[in-house]
């Protein structure tokens, strides 16, 4: 039996599109050009789903929703808001009256029927409210866990933003990074900070601990680093400034492990020092040899007389760093009971070193998947990757 | 993961065995936590017997960690027995060499507790 997907949208073109690109994915779609027809059609033929745009004359957005969740017969039905891409406010206020998601508009086809099929298939619920029942134990109540849900949905929307959207682009290098998160809100984040002409601050990071708490030092991490990157000269002494202003104010509980390396591109070097966290990998020697980069001092955060080390060294043309958080190498077979380990992506670097960055941390994301047998994950999966170009394209 | 409390000469020790990843870390945390919170202030002496563990994740390391500072906070001391295997190389990686104790003989160990308390 095929969904049936209520359009409503005061633009005919954008209308048309949907209908055109969700029926050739096997959805029955009605559309409705205003707020207030849009309205009736819920009522009358109670779609699976309501697309809904949020900017539109006369009945906008908000209120549609607003009647939709007021009316018995209407209130169930899924809602996913398509706003403009500056709208932040916007989006987080339709979330709050009841939205299920949003969509961007310019929009992608595949990412709207990708939203679609999440939200019918109840992806988005459980995600947010299951942890939180498990949580909330004894003090479980329905209002309780709505109310958080949406405290976590608009802490995980903001989380999102800090994430880059995309890699820089340097000279002579190929960057990427991938963040795959097993909670709506995470402890791992990555971050790419221009220096100056030349130089590109690079940092990943894993906070222990999960949700919330994890991701508020996330976000303390993340801007510690940013305000004070461009007058640390090395990242041994960068790791040293967070990790004393953190012991100071955080709980033992909470701390993080973290790699911030300065790669210089006229130099063709990348200096860095790790704060407890998995030795970053580089593929080296025509690619024939895999390092670990072992320099550093203790994970962030615990011990305010933690001393940190830098190490500069030299990247080649076919040289590739591998930064990466444990969720990767402790992606658990179940059946055997193993994890995959460093030497595992130590070999798969070996091997796919033809591959630009960009693929390269898709290959490792299917890697997990064929090893573990599942897309489930207990951590938040993050890399980071750093290629030597010839300086050819 | 299972843990089997003992007393010697007024050291707490715990022998663990399984493994401690996942949700094991939060069951191994709170029984540290009881320990610690049933023993008189500076006179918290636990120490992890993790020769039967097959395993840690760094979330295990991690309540590891947390439970040294809160056992530092009372006035304790906390130490290893036999880290072995992949324990012992999440301690080299996460640089805590200089922080736990480790010990590969029980009686060692616990003469350690009653050094380090005079």
Redesign the interface.
């Known amino acids: 039996m095929s969904e049936t997907i209520l359009a409503v949208d005061d633009d005919i073109d954008i209308l048309e599109l949907i209908q055109m690109s969700l029926e050739a994915e096997g959805f029955d779609v009605i559309t409705a050009n205003d707020g207030m027809s849009g309205l009736e059609k819920a009522r009358t033929h109670s779609p699976d789903l309501i697309l809904l745009d949020l900017m539109m004359p006369v009945m906008d957005g908000f209120e549609v929703i607003g009647k939709l969740k007021a009316d018995e017969q209407t209130r169930a039905i899924p809602v996913i808001m398509l706003t403009a891409r500056a709208q932040t406010h916007e989006r987080v206020q339709g979330l709050h009256a009841g939205a299920d998601d949003y969509v961007t508009k310019p929009f992608d086809l595949d990412e709207l029927t990708a939203r679609i099929e999440a939200v019918l298939g109840r992806t988005l619920p459980t995600k947010y409210i299951n942890p939180l029942i498990s949580t909330m134990g004894d003090w479980f109540t329905e209002e309780g866990v709505e109310q958080l849900a949406s405290h976590l949905e608009a802490a995980a929307m903001i989380q999102q933003n800090l994430i880059p959207k995309q890699a820089p682009n340097v000279p002579g290098f190929d960057i990427a990074g991938f963040l795959r998160s097993s909670m709506t809100v995470s402890g791992d984040f990555y971050d790419f900070i221009p220096l100056d002409n030349n130089r590109l601050g690079i940092a990943i990071a894993?906070v222990?601990?999960k949700g919330i708490p994890a991701a508020l030092l996330m976000v303390m991490i993340r801007t510690i680093l940013r305000l004070i990157c461009r007058e640390e000269t090395s990242p041994a002494a960068a790791l040293k400034r967070i990790n004393d202003l953190l012991a100071i104010d955080t709980d033992?509980?909470l701390?993080a492990?973290m790699v911030y390396g300065i790669l210089d591109s006229a130099a063709k070097t990348f200096t860095y020092s790790s704060a407890?966290?998995?030795?970053p990998l580089h593929l080296k020697n025509g690619g024939t040899e895999v390092d670990e980069l072992?320099e550093?001092?203790?994970?962030l955060g615990?011990?305010g007389h933690a001393v940190f080390e830098s190490e500069t060294i030299p990247l080649a043309p076919g040289d590739e760093l591998l930064l990466y958080t444990?969720g990767v190498t402790?992606a658990?077979r179940k059946s055997d009971?193993t994890?995959y380990g460093e030497e595992r992506l130590a070999a798969i670097l070996e091997s796919n070193s033809h591959q630009p960055a960009e693929t390269f941390c898709q290959t490792i994301e299917t890697a997990l998947f064929d090893f573990s047998g599942t897309d489930h994950r207990?951590?938040d999966v993050t890399i980071v990757v750093i290629k030597a170009t010839d300086g050819k394209e | 993961m299972t843990v089997d409390i003992r007393k010697k000469e007024g050291v707490t020790i715990l022998d663990i065995e399984g493994?401690i990843?996942?949700s094991d870390s939060l069951a191994l945390k709170n029984i540290i936590d009881e320990q610690v919170a049933e023993a008189e202030e500076g006179e918290a002496k636990i120490l992890l017997n993790l020769a039967d563990v097959r395993?840690v994740?760094?979330?295990g390391l991690?309540i590891i960690?947390?439970t040294y500072?809160?056992v530092q906070?009372k006035g304790g001391r906390i130490a290893l027995l036999h880290p072995g295997g992949n324990i012992r190389s999440l301690i080299v990686?996460?640089?805590?060499v200089t922080?736990f104790d480790r010990y590969e003989d029980e009686d060692e160990a616990i003469a350690s507790f009653h050094k380090s308390n005079n």
């Open positions: 894993d222990r601990g033992p509980d701390f492990t407890g966290h998995c030795y072992k550093g001092g203790m994970l615990t011990f444990d402790e658990e009971e994890f207990d951590d | 493994r990843i996942g395993m994740d760094s979330s991690g960690v947390a500072t809160a906070k990686m996460a640089k805590l922080i």
